[in-house]
C-alpha cells in the first residue's frame, strides 16, 4: 500500500542557522553526557525534542514563521522516524509522535487536498508532497523556536525551572481556544 | 632558688658589662628578632655547658674590634647570682681573650662558686661545679629553661616526666630499700625453711608445702598482675564512661531519637525519589505524550480535511467513472447522490442481504419482486461487473492509494484521541501528588527537626555536633561493652585469686604448724616483720608516685583552664603505665571521648606551660623550693589576647619567671622602636620589664659595631 507516511518520516526537517544557540544551549547533545558539568540545566536530551518541541510551540500557538528565503538551513542527520525511539532505563519510547507530527502537518498544510489528488492519481510525486510538508513544519518549528527565544531573552524565562517547558505548553492551550473562537 | 642578677661580660652582643636585675615574679625581657634575647638565653646556658666548642665565637665582636690589642686582655664572663634558702650564691664562668701575633689566644673557661652565707661569711667554693648542681640540679634546669616552642615539647617524653616525678617523690628513698626488703624476706623465709626441714619425719611433707606455697605465691603474683591491669583498664574506661554520661544524659532516649530520626530520613529519601520521578516534567512531555495535551483540535482538522480529500477523491473517480460509462452512471446517480463506491457493503453482505431478502443497511424489507430488492440485486451485479471489467479494463484515474492510507490514519488514531482529552487531567493529577509528597516531606523534616533538637538536648550543653554524636554513641556503647567484659574477667580473676589465697592460707597453716613445733618463735616472728616491712615499702612508693601523677594533672588542668578562659581545648591527661619495673607517664592532651584533641600552636603552649607550671609547683611542694622558670620566645603563635591570661598563670604559679618575648615592640615611621604601649595595660601582670636592644650607634651587617643594650623599663 502506498503509505505517504512510511516516506515523509524517511527525511530530516531543517531549521534557521541563525537559531543553532538555541540547540546548543537547550540540549545535550550525544545522549549520555548527562553528568558532563557544562551539560547542567541543558533540559532537552537531544536536538529532535528541542525540535518537536518548537513545532508543538508552533503549532499550539499559531506561530507560522515562514524562514527567511536567505536563510542558512541547517539539520542534525537523523531522520524523523528515529525521533523517540530511546528507550532506555531511564526514557520511554514515543515514537508515537512521529504520527501526531504527521497529521500535524497535513492539518496544516493549506491547500494539501488539491495535492493529494494529484498525488493519487500520479501527477505528483511524493517527494513534492514531501517538500510541502516540510515547509509547514519548518515554519512552525521556526515559529517555535523564535517564541522560545523570546521567552528566553526577553520575557527572562528560567529555564532551570523543572515546569518552565511544560508550562508553556500548557500556556499555548489558551492560545489556541483564542484562536479558535476567533475562527 | 632565686635570680637576683645575671651579668653578661663581653659575651656574644653584649659588649661590656650588662647587667640584668630580677625581682619575685614575673620579669619579661623585651627584644625585637636579633636584638639580644636569646643570647641572653644561651648566656644562661652556657654557664652550665661542661661541653666547650668554638669559645671565639662568644667574644663579643665589638670586643674583638674595639678592645683586643697585643697585651690586653678582654674578660668574656657571664654570671648568675642567686638567693637559695638563706644563702646567696655566685657562679661564673668566664676566659679571657687576648691578641697574640695577629691571632686571637683563648684561655680555657674556668668557673668560679661563691657562697654567702647567712651570717654574711662569703667565700669561694672549692667544688664550683657542685654549688652550681647546688643551684640549679640539671634534672630541675630540664623543666625550667625553654627556648622556643618547641622545646617545650620535652614533656612528649613518657620517661622524662617519670624521671621528673620520681625525683620529688616523698617515697624515693624508700625505693631503694624495696631490693635490701625483698632480700631479706627471702633470707627470712629460707632461715625459716631450713629450720623445718631439720625434723626429717616430716622433711618431705615440708618439703611438698614449700614446694606448693613458692609455687601458688607466684601463680597470685601473676594472677595479681594480671588483675592489677584490669582495674587500670576499668579505671580508665570509667572515667571515658564518666565523661560520655556528661554529654549523653539519658543513653536510651538518645538511641530512641536516633532511631526515630534513621527512619524519617529514609522516608524522606522514598519520598524525594518518587517526587524526583514525577518531576521530570519537559522529559513527560515525550515519553508521556505530554507534549499533546493541546493536540485534540488539530486531529479534528486532520480528519476532518482527509474525510474531505476523501470524498473528493470518490467522486472525482465517479465521475471518471461516468464519463466512461455514462449510462450507467446516470442510472446510477439517483438525485445527485454520490453512491458509495463500488464493493461497499461487500459482496458477501449484498449477497447475504439478498437471500434474506432484507437491507440490513437501512433495515426495510425487500422481498422479492420489489425495487428494492431489485436495487441490491442490481448493485451486486454491477459489483461482479466492476471486478470483471477490472480484470480486463485496467482504465482508472487514481493510480495511487495515498489519500486510503491517511484516512487509515485518521480512524486508527481516533480513540487515541480520548485519551489526549484526559491528559490535562493527568498533568494536573501529576501536580497534585508531586505537590501532595512535597508537603508530606517537608512534614517530615519538620518532625525529624523536632527530634534532632530533642537529641541535642540529650547530648547536653556540649559543642559537639549532631553528626559526630553517632560516634559518640557508639563509642559509649563499646566502653560499656568494654567494661561488662573487663568486670567480668576481674571477678573470675578474683574468684581464682581468692581460691588460690585460700589454698596459700591452707598450705600455709600447715607449714606454720609444722615451724611451730620445730623452729624457734623468734625466727618466724622476724620472718613476719620484714614480710611487712616489704609490703609496706612497696605500696608507699607507688602510692606516693600515683598521688603525685594525679596531683601533678589536677594541677596542669587547673591552670590550663584558667589560661584558656572558659573556652573548650580539651583535658590534659597523664597516663601512667609501667614497662618492667619503670614507671612512665604519658603527657596527652583529649576531647571528652578521651580522643587526642587537635590543639592549635597557642593551645599546645598553653597546655605545655601548664604542665610545666603545675611541675614547677609540684617541686616547689614536694622539694621544698621554687625555681625559676625561663622561657625564650614562646608566644610566637599567640594572638595578643591570650597574653593576659598567659602572664598570669605564671604569676601566680610560680616564684619567679623571665619570660623573654619579641612582642610589645612597635615601630614608628623612623625605624625607631618602642615599648608598646599596649603592654602597660593593667591586665599584663608583671612584676619587671627589661628591653634588651641593639646599641643605636650598631650598623646593620657591621657586626663589630653592634651590641645589645638592657634599658630597665
Known sequence: ???????????????????????????RKGGGAETDREDKGKIFSNNYELYIYAFFLGLYNNKYEELPETAEL???SH???????????????????????FMAVIAKTEGIEDDLIELDKGKKTVEAIKKRLHVTMQNYTNGGLLLLEKKIQEENLDITIGTSMLDLILQSKQETENILSEA | MRIKQVVITNYQSYYGKNVFDFVEGVNIIHGANGHGKTKFFEAIEWIFDDYESNLEGLISQKAVHNEIKEGINVQVSVRMTVSQGNETKTIEKSFIAHKNNESISISRPSLIGIREEETGERYQVDFPKELRSEIFDERIRRYSMFKGETDLKVFESKDALSTLIEMFSDATYLKNYIPKAEYFVGRAENAVTAAGKKNAREEKQYAILSEEI??????????EKERNQHEINIDKIQSSILKYENIIENAESYQTLSERIRIKEEEISKLQVRVRECENYTQDLFDKNWILVNYKPVFEEYKTKIANVSKTKRRLENEFQQKIGEKKAIENLKNGIIPLPIGAPTRSHMEEMIEAELCKVCNREAPKGSEAYEFMNNRLQEYIEAVEKDMFEKKQLFKHNYINSLTKISDSNDENISNLIKMESKISENFEFVESRKADINKKIEEREKDEAERAKVIGGSKIDVGSAATILRDFKGLNTNIKDENTSLRSLTNIINSKKEKLADFQNQKNNLDIANVAGYLMKTQELLNDVLTITVETTEKEFNNLVIDLEKQANEIFQSTNEGAYTGKIKLYKS?????????????????????????????AHTSLLLAISKMVKNEANESYPLILDAPLSTFD????????????????????????FIKEDENKKISIDSSFYQADIVKDKSLWVKLDEN????????TNSVVIEL
Open chain 1, 1 to 27: 500500500m502506498d503509505k505517504l507516511f512510511d516516506e515523509w518520516k524517511k527525511s530530516t526537517p531543517k531549521y534557521d542557522k541563525n537559531l543553532e544557540h538555541l540547540f546548543k544551549s537547550l540540549t
Open chain 1, 74 to 76: 541547517k539539520d542534525f
Open chain 1, 79 to 101: 531522520a524523523i522516524q528515529y525521533w523517540g525511539s530511546t528507550k532506555s532505563a531511564l526514557r520511554n519510547d514515543f515514537t508515537n509522535i512521529q504520527e501526531y507530527l
Open chain 2, 214 to 223: 613458692i609455687n601458688l605465691r607466684r601463680e597470685i603474683s601473676d594472677k
Open chain 2, 578 to 606: 609501667k614497662r618492667g619495673n619503670q614507671n612512665q607517664v604519658e603527657f596527652k592532651v583529649l576531647d571528652n571521648f578521651n580522643n587526642p584533641f587537635a590543639l592549635n600552636g597557642a593551645q599546645e603552649v598553653l
Open chain 2, 640 to 663: 595578643s589576647n591570650k597574653y593576659p591570661a598567659f602572664f598570669n598563670s605564671f604569676k601566680e604559679n610560680t616564684d619567679q619567671c623571665i619570660i623573654l618575648v619579641k612582642d
Open chain 2, 698 to 705: 650598631s650598623i646593620e651587617n657591621q657586626i663589630e659595631t
